[in-house]
Protein backbone atom coordinates (compact mmCIF):
# COMPACT_ATOMS: atom_id res chain seq x y z
CA UNK A 1 0.00 0.00 0.00
CA UNK A 2 1.54 3.28 -1.36
CA UNK A 3 -1.19 5.82 0.16
CA UNK A 4 -0.26 7.96 2.24
CA UNK A 5 -2.04 8.02 5.77
CA UNK A 6 -4.58 10.69 7.23
CA UNK A 7 -4.98 11.44 11.15
CA UNK A 8 -7.25 8.37 11.90
CA UNK A 9 -5.25 5.51 10.59
CA UNK A 10 -1.94 7.23 11.64
CA UNK A 11 -3.45 7.27 15.18
CA UNK A 12 -4.58 3.75 14.90
CA UNK A 13 -1.31 2.60 13.85
CA UNK A 14 0.96 4.34 16.52
CA UNK A 15 -2.40 2.75 19.24
CA UNK A 16 -1.89 -0.62 18.07
CA UNK A 17 1.88 -0.66 19.08
CA UNK A 18 1.47 1.55 22.00
CA UNK A 19 3.27 4.50 21.34
CA UNK A 20 3.47 8.13 21.46
CA UNK A 21 5.33 11.06 19.53
CA UNK A 22 8.08 11.54 21.39
CA UNK A 23 9.14 15.29 22.56
CA UNK A 24 12.36 14.92 22.93
CA UNK A 25 12.83 13.47 19.44
CA UNK A 26 11.43 16.21 17.88
CA UNK A 27 8.59 13.98 16.51
CA UNK A 28 5.95 15.88 14.57
CA UNK A 29 3.90 13.00 12.34
CA UNK A 30 2.44 14.93 9.06
CA UNK A 31 -0.72 13.60 9.22
CA UNK A 32 -2.18 15.16 6.08
CA UNK A 33 -2.41 13.10 2.78
CA UNK A 34 -2.76 16.22 0.32
CA UNK A 35 0.66 17.80 1.92
CA UNK A 36 2.29 14.59 1.71
CA UNK A 37 1.45 14.03 -1.89
CA UNK A 38 2.40 18.05 -2.90
CA UNK A 39 5.83 16.97 -1.02
CA UNK A 40 5.87 14.17 -3.71
CA UNK A 41 4.90 16.18 -6.71
CA UNK A 42 7.74 18.60 -5.86
CA UNK A 43 10.66 16.29 -5.46
CA UNK A 44 9.77 14.81 -9.09
CA UNK A 45 11.49 11.51 -8.43
CA UNK A 46 10.41 8.45 -10.22
CA UNK A 47 11.56 4.99 -10.68
CA UNK A 48 14.86 6.02 -11.79
CA UNK A 49 15.27 8.31 -8.47
CA UNK A 50 17.26 7.38 -5.18
CA UNK A 51 15.78 8.97 -2.59
CA UNK A 52 17.13 9.38 0.81
CA UNK A 53 14.33 9.91 3.69
CA UNK A 54 15.52 11.24 7.20
CA UNK A 55 12.83 10.53 9.72
CA UNK A 56 10.38 7.77 8.81
CA UNK A 57 8.27 8.46 11.55
CA UNK A 58 5.51 6.70 10.64
CA UNK A 59 6.05 5.95 7.38
CA UNK A 60 3.36 8.16 5.53
CA UNK A 61 5.68 10.50 3.44
CA UNK A 62 7.46 6.72 2.62
CA UNK A 63 4.68 5.55 1.45
CA UNK A 64 4.09 8.38 -0.56
CA UNK A 65 7.42 8.47 -2.32
CA UNK A 66 7.92 4.78 -3.06
CA UNK A 67 4.33 4.96 -5.03
CA UNK A 68 6.80 6.75 -7.34
CA UNK A 69 8.49 3.73 -7.67
CA UNK A 70 11.69 5.09 -6.14
CA UNK A 71 13.76 3.11 -4.62
CA UNK A 72 13.53 4.91 -1.10
CA UNK A 73 16.28 4.15 1.43
CA UNK A 74 14.42 5.42 5.12
CA UNK A 75 16.47 6.18 7.89
CA UNK A 76 14.68 6.64 11.77
CA UNK A 77 16.53 6.40 14.77
CA UNK A 78 13.63 5.88 17.10
CA UNK A 79 13.85 1.76 17.46
CA UNK A 80 10.56 1.77 19.04
CA UNK A 81 8.67 2.75 15.64
CA UNK A 82 10.43 -0.52 14.36
CA UNK A 83 7.51 -3.18 14.51
CA UNK A 84 4.97 -0.28 13.40
CA UNK A 85 7.10 0.44 10.23
CA UNK A 86 7.37 -3.00 9.00
CA UNK A 87 3.21 -3.06 9.59
CA UNK A 88 3.51 0.28 7.64
CA UNK A 89 5.99 -0.02 4.66
CA UNK A 90 7.43 -3.61 5.56
CA UNK A 91 5.71 -4.99 1.97
CA UNK A 92 7.34 -2.45 -0.53
CA UNK A 93 9.95 -4.04 -1.83
CA UNK A 94 11.54 -0.23 -2.93
CA UNK A 95 11.98 0.70 0.58
CA UNK A 96 14.95 0.04 2.81
CA UNK A 97 14.28 0.73 6.66
CA UNK A 98 17.37 1.60 8.19
CA UNK A 99 16.59 2.14 12.21
CA UNK A 100 19.62 4.15 12.84
CA UNK A 101 20.66 7.97 12.87
CA UNK A 102 21.32 9.25 9.78
CA UNK A 103 24.00 11.52 10.81
CA UNK A 104 26.02 8.16 10.97
CA UNK A 105 25.67 7.70 7.04
CA UNK A 106 28.67 7.62 5.57
CA UNK A 107 28.11 10.04 2.09
CA UNK A 108 30.33 6.99 0.70
CA UNK A 109 27.46 4.81 0.40
CA UNK A 110 25.38 7.15 -1.49
CA UNK A 111 27.16 5.97 -5.04
CA UNK A 112 25.29 8.04 -7.79
CA UNK A 113 22.46 10.96 -7.78
CA UNK A 114 20.50 10.99 -4.96
CA UNK A 115 17.34 13.37 -3.72
CA UNK A 116 16.61 14.28 -0.03
CA UNK A 117 12.87 13.66 0.35
CA UNK A 118 12.09 14.34 4.71
CA UNK A 119 9.75 15.83 7.34
CA UNK A 120 13.00 16.70 9.02
CA UNK A 121 13.07 16.44 12.98
CA UNK A 122 12.70 19.90 14.59
CA UNK A 123 16.04 19.66 16.70
CA UNK A 124 18.13 18.01 14.61
CA UNK A 125 16.90 18.96 10.96
CA UNK A 126 19.45 21.83 10.37
CA UNK A 127 22.82 20.70 11.21
CA UNK A 128 22.34 17.42 9.06
CA UNK A 129 20.83 19.20 6.40
CA UNK A 130 24.06 21.43 6.28
CA UNK A 131 26.29 18.17 6.76
CA UNK A 132 25.12 16.74 3.61
CA UNK A 133 25.31 19.78 1.82
CA UNK A 134 29.11 19.98 2.71
CA UNK A 135 30.02 16.40 2.88
CA UNK A 136 27.62 14.20 0.69
CA UNK A 137 28.16 15.60 -3.42
CA UNK A 138 25.79 12.65 -4.80
CA UNK A 139 23.11 14.17 -2.86
CA UNK A 140 21.64 16.57 -5.89
CA UNK A 141 18.46 18.07 -4.62
CA UNK A 142 16.54 18.28 -0.88
CA UNK A 143 13.06 18.25 -0.42
CA UNK A 144 12.42 19.01 3.04
CA UNK A 145 9.76 20.40 5.63
CA UNK A 146 11.49 22.31 8.34
CA UNK A 147 10.52 25.22 10.82
CA UNK A 148 9.60 27.84 9.14
CA UNK A 149 11.96 29.88 10.83
CA UNK A 150 14.64 27.53 9.58
CA UNK A 151 13.08 27.60 5.84
CA UNK A 152 13.04 31.61 6.25
CA UNK A 153 17.05 31.02 6.81
CA UNK A 154 17.92 29.29 4.02
CA UNK A 155 16.28 31.58 1.89
CA UNK A 156 17.49 34.92 3.25
CA UNK A 157 19.29 37.58 1.42
CA UNK A 158 22.47 39.57 3.31
CA UNK A 159 20.88 42.24 5.19
CA UNK A 160 18.32 40.50 6.66
CA UNK A 161 17.81 39.55 10.36
CA UNK A 162 17.29 36.20 9.73
CA UNK A 163 20.55 35.64 7.00
CA UNK A 164 23.36 33.68 8.96
CA UNK A 165 26.25 30.86 8.89
CA UNK A 166 23.38 28.60 7.30
CA UNK A 167 22.58 31.08 5.03
CA UNK A 168 25.87 30.99 3.38
CA UNK A 169 26.55 27.20 3.72
CA UNK A 170 23.66 26.66 1.35
CA UNK A 171 24.28 29.54 -1.23
CA UNK A 172 27.80 28.31 -1.40
CA UNK A 173 26.70 24.70 -2.43
CA UNK A 174 23.24 25.66 -3.55
CA UNK A 175 20.29 27.45 -4.63
CA UNK A 176 17.30 27.23 -2.07
CA UNK A 177 13.78 28.03 -3.03
CA UNK A 178 10.82 28.43 -0.49
CA UNK A 179 8.09 26.45 -1.63
CA UNK A 180 5.03 26.25 1.02
CA UNK A 181 4.07 26.74 4.37
CA UNK A 182 2.78 24.41 6.37
CA UNK A 183 0.24 25.58 9.26
CA UNK A 184 0.80 23.29 12.61
CA UNK A 185 -2.68 21.64 12.68
CA UNK A 186 -1.43 19.16 9.93
CA UNK A 187 0.94 17.60 11.74
CA UNK A 188 0.03 15.00 15.10
CA UNK A 189 0.95 16.50 17.47
CA UNK A 190 0.65 19.77 16.56
CA UNK A 191 4.42 21.74 17.04
CA UNK A 192 3.84 25.51 18.51
CA UNK A 193 5.52 27.24 15.38
CA UNK A 194 4.58 27.34 11.32
CA UNK A 195 6.79 24.62 8.94
CA UNK A 196 7.55 25.03 5.69
CA UNK A 197 8.85 23.63 2.88
CA UNK A 198 12.32 24.35 0.80
CA UNK A 199 13.51 23.26 -2.19
CA UNK A 200 17.35 22.97 -2.49
CA UNK A 201 19.71 22.28 -5.58
CA UNK A 202 22.63 21.48 -5.15
CA UNK A 203 25.43 23.62 -7.81
CA UNK A 204 26.86 22.10 -10.36
CA UNK A 205 30.09 23.40 -9.48
CA UNK A 206 31.45 24.46 -5.94
CA UNK A 207 34.35 26.30 -5.14
CA UNK A 208 37.11 24.75 -3.50
CA UNK A 209 37.42 27.32 -1.44
CA UNK A 210 34.25 26.85 0.14
CA UNK A 211 35.77 25.09 3.53
CA UNK A 212 37.35 28.22 4.24
CA UNK A 213 34.71 30.70 3.39
CA UNK A 214 32.39 29.01 6.08
CA UNK A 215 35.31 28.90 8.43
CA UNK A 216 35.65 33.28 8.27
CA UNK A 217 31.90 33.33 8.42
CA UNK A 218 31.68 31.61 10.76
CA UNK A 219 33.99 33.32 13.26
CA UNK A 220 32.38 36.78 11.42
CA UNK A 221 28.58 35.36 12.41
CA UNK A 222 30.08 34.14 16.15
CA UNK A 223 30.07 38.01 16.68
CA UNK A 224 27.78 39.37 14.42
CA UNK A 225 27.27 42.57 15.95
CA UNK A 226 30.77 43.34 15.69
CA UNK A 227 32.42 44.89 12.30
CA UNK A 228 34.80 42.61 10.20
CA UNK A 229 37.73 44.40 11.46
CA UNK A 230 37.07 42.98 15.09
CA UNK A 231 35.06 39.77 14.52
CA UNK A 232 37.17 38.10 11.93
CA UNK A 233 40.24 38.24 14.13
CA UNK A 234 39.74 34.85 15.62
CA UNK A 235 40.13 33.57 12.09
CA UNK A 236 42.96 35.85 10.15
CA UNK A 237 45.94 37.71 11.78
CA UNK A 238 44.99 40.95 9.99
CA UNK A 239 41.40 41.25 9.06
CA UNK A 240 41.14 44.93 7.95
CA UNK A 241 44.05 44.22 5.70
CA UNK A 242 42.75 40.95 4.26
CA UNK A 243 39.45 43.03 4.06
CA UNK A 244 40.53 45.59 2.10
CA UNK A 245 42.82 43.32 -0.89
CA UNK A 246 39.77 41.70 -1.03
CA UNK A 247 37.62 45.04 -1.37
CA UNK A 248 35.23 44.84 1.18
CA UNK A 249 34.64 47.28 3.51
CA UNK A 250 36.12 46.07 6.97
CA UNK A 251 33.78 48.50 8.98
CA UNK A 252 30.76 46.10 7.45
CA UNK A 253 29.32 43.34 9.74
CA UNK A 254 29.00 39.89 8.87
CA UNK A 255 25.35 40.16 7.85
CA UNK A 256 26.10 42.33 4.82
CA UNK A 257 28.08 39.61 3.08
CA UNK A 258 26.67 37.41 0.15
CA UNK A 259 28.30 33.92 -0.05
CA UNK A 260 30.67 35.15 -3.03
CA UNK A 261 32.18 37.65 -0.51
CA UNK A 262 33.40 35.33 1.94
CA UNK A 263 35.04 33.44 -1.33
CA UNK A 264 36.35 36.65 -2.31
CA UNK A 265 37.76 36.37 1.80
CA UNK A 266 39.31 32.93 1.39
CA UNK A 267 40.60 33.20 -1.60
CA UNK A 268 42.71 36.86 -0.27
CA UNK A 269 43.54 35.03 2.84
CA UNK A 270 45.20 31.90 1.13
Avoid at 232 to 261: N, Q, S, W
Amino acid sequence: MTEPQGLGEMRDLLGRHGLTPQKALGQHFLSDPNIVRRIVRLSEVDESSNVLEIGAGTGTLTRGLAGTGARVVAFEIDHKLAPLLEESVGDLDNVEVRMEDAASLDPGELVGEWTVVANLPYHVGTPLLLDLLRHAPTVRRFIVMVQREVADRFTAKPGNKQYGLPTVVVDLHADARFGFAVPPQVFFPPPQVGSAVVMIERKHRVSPLAEAAIELAAAGFSQRRKMLRSSLKAALADPVAVCERAGIEPTLRAEALAAADWLVLAEVAA
